[in-house]
């Protein structure tokens, strides 16, 4: 499966922002694809994962309440909104997929990636 991310951008704190991530490849369906940010100087961190198939998504703790994870199985795309942005939201963003499901949150567990996409929340 490729992923491809997009969307990422400057917006001010409290604002809103929407990411895309578009796949692509054969049993894509079977998948989890989860959402990890990496802000500079810190380790990569798990925001969130939703599987093709349905049923809720997963969230870290740290965005629980503002950010939403969907998806369109017909475009083959997951979507992460981001409301009510902070500063330390500030990373760059990453959508990746693996077969697992409850989804692990450590990134070592997820085989493909797509690009990152940068998110700047200004104060």
């Known amino acids: 499966v490729q992923l491809q991310a997009s969307g990422g951008g400057l917006v001010q704190a409290g604002g809103s922002l929407r990411l895309s991530c578009a796949a692509s490849?054969?049993?894509?369906?079977?998948?989890?694809v989860g959402w990890f940010r990496q802000a500079p100087g810190k380790e990569r961190e798990f925001v969130g994962a939703?599987?093709?198939?349905?049923?809720?998504?997963h969230y870290a703790n740290s965005v629980e309440g503002r950010f939403t994870i969907s998806r369109d199985n017909a475009k083959k795309t997951v979507y992460l909104q981001m409301n009510s942005l902070k500063p330390e939201d500030t990373a760059v963003y990453y959508c990746?997929?693996?077969?697992?499901?409850?989804?692990?949150?450590?990134?070592?567990?997820?085989?493909?990636w797509g690009q990152g996409t940068q998110v700047t929340v200004s104060s």
């Open positions: 990746a997929a693996q077969s697992r499901w409850p989804p692990p949150r450590e990134s070592q567990y997820y085989g493909y």
């Open positions: 490849g054969h049993s894509f369906r079977s998948y989890t």
């Open positions: 939703t599987h093709w198939s349905g049923g809720s998504a």
